[in-house]
């Protein structure tokens, strides 16, 4: 194994321990995610969802949910003096970036794990969309983790912490947002999955991945710099 | 950068616009479809690209000031970043005022370009609260680079992905894009955005003479006051100074 590639394992691995005896994120953002499903089944006045509706609903409460945690992946870094840490160990500072949108890519994904179920068995008739939605989820994690990281770095060294993250991370992910909901709305048509675009929109959220990929990777060094 | 050349870039300014709105108003002709209220296009279309322009262009000088750390680069990034929001703020007013002209509403959902542009204006509008929520100069000029780059490459792809998003078929006026149009308004349509562009960088030369005015002032006035009573700074924190050489 080379060197950055066993810090970032022992990085990872020090993310999901701490995740695991702290409980600090995951269990709010589920709470979060699940209770906003009750807020929108009566601020809609709808016991069944489909088409848009649908897609809207899980989509927003699943990046209001994602927020929550990104908004505290850094938090222990500074606190615990993590960030000090990774400036004074000889390895790759971009390793800090990978582990850390791995780790917020592993929460969003026990997130959708727990709350997509939550979400069909409140509002789906038709439980057939889930399986097409798949990749959808998991391109939509790796662009909210990536631009998460990104943001949560930039923000958790500022007096403002909580209020930039959301600020600065919703207007970025709104493209992110258009073809996942895009593409859901076919998915959650009532009369069963609708695959309208379904490539093309895949093509858009890999796209959209693949660039903040490049800029958090060519960037995250100078968050670092002190 | 000093003010020098300032003056003779005001007067092409002048009388770019004056030539290109000279243009609009007498020379060019109506619109078939819409009249006289297709006129704002030669307001409205050439602050947008130019404060998208401008956008990227603080995006670029992001990356120069990450590469050399020279701080003039931030202050560069800054104030173009800067101009361009105010531009922005004229690009929305304009928009809306078209919109309503030509829809009856001062806002339209199904126009993809302007729902992409309040999208980018609202991106960069918080450029400040981030920028003035950090405190260590050095800090600040880095992150806000980073901001700039991490801005500057999402202002295409937004506009892709609203674009695509848009399956409506709207009638749009210039749907067919700069190719389509007859020469004449191809000809005030160019003229105005050079004027709309001279004036972008007129403006972002005062304010950078206009920093490092202040920044000079404030050296002076430290100079001044460190006979031991301890100097106040004048300027600033929150915006970069330009040193002088």
Sequence with gaps: ?226 | MTGRGLKTLSIATVLFLMAGFALVFLWVPMDADQGFKQKIFYLHVPLAIVALLGFIAGGIEGYRHLRSGDRRHDANSYVFIHISVVFGVAVLVTGAIWAKASWGYWWVWDEPTLVSFLIVFLLYCTYYPFRYAIEDRDRQARYASVFAITAGAFVPLNFMAVRMAESVIHPRVFATSEGGLPDSMLLTFLVCFVGMGLLWITLVKTEMVGKKVSGQVSRLRRTLHDDGTGGGSVGGRIAPSVESN
């Design chain 1, 1 to 226: 194994m080379t060197p950055s590639r066993s810090a970032f394992a022992a990085l990872l691995a020090k993310d999901l321990r701490t995740e695991l005896r702290t409980m600090r994120s995951l269990p709010a953002m589920v709470l979060f995610a699940v209770t906003t499903f009750i807020i929108f089944r009566y601020g809609l006045d709808r016991t069944t969802l489909s088409g848009s509706l649908a897609g809207g609903v899980l989509w927003t409460t699943l990046l209001f949910a994602g927020i929550l945690g990104i908004n505290r992946i850094f938090v222990s870094e500074l606190e615990e003096g993590g960030f000090d840490a990774i400036r004074l160990a000889p390895i790759d500072r971009t390793v800090l970036f990978t582990s850390k949108a791995s780790a917020l890519f592993i929460y969003l994904l026990v997130l959708e794990a727990i709350v997509v179920p939550v979400f069909a068995l409140f509002f789906l008739p038709d439980w057939s969309a889930l399986i097409p939605l798949l990749p959808f989820l998991l391109g939509a994690n790796l662009g909210f983790a990536v631009l998460g990281t990104l943001i949560s770095s930039m923000a958790v060294n500022s007096r403002a912490r909580d209020l930039l993250v959301p600020l600065l991370l919703l207007p970025l992910v709104v493209p992110l947002m258009i073809a996942v909901t895009a593409v859901s709305a076919g998915l959650f048509d009532a009369a069963g999955p609708d695959y309208e675009g379904f490539g093309t929109w895949l093509l858009v959220v890999g796209l959209y991945d693949g660039i903040f990929l490049l800029v958090g990777y060519a960037v995250f060094d100078f968050l670092l710099e002190d």
